[in-house]
């Protein structure tokens, strides 16, 4: 069954400040309150995850992603008012994007070799 994959990703001097792997990972930390927590879920390394994390926090104009210092029992992240903004903006822009589109890639799925 054809199906439509769109990618909309934010660049900032051709760094990606934000797609739709780095919105995972937000979500994933709201969800888990971790880096480390939220790459295992996302299978992914800590070090992937934390670079991701810098990447956004370097390329908006304030973090996007709080830490704490890491310990036994201390550590964690958080996502900031503004990650929580750029979240939802990132999703409505996703699903705006996929409503625009669907006419055009119904015709165009309707042309593929079956």
Request: proline share 3%.
């Amino acid at each position: 069954m054809p199906s439509l994959k769109l990618k909309a990703q934010i660049l900032n001097d051709g760094t990606i400040a934000f797609g739709p792997g780095k919105a995972d990972l937000l979500e994933a930390i709201q969800k888990t309150g971790s880096i480390s927590a939220a790459a295992r879920e996302m299978q992914m390394s800590y070090r992937q995850a934390w670079l991701l994390a810098d990447a956004m926090n370097q390329c908006f104009r304030a973090p996007l992603i709080v830490t704490d210092k890491g310990g036994a029992s201390r550590g964690g992240a958080q996502v900031t008012a503004l990650g929580k903004k750029v979240l939802a903006r990132y999703r409505l822009m996703q699903r705006s994007l996929e409503t625009a589109a669907a006419k055009h890639a119904k015709a165009l799925m309707a042309e593929l070799a079956s």
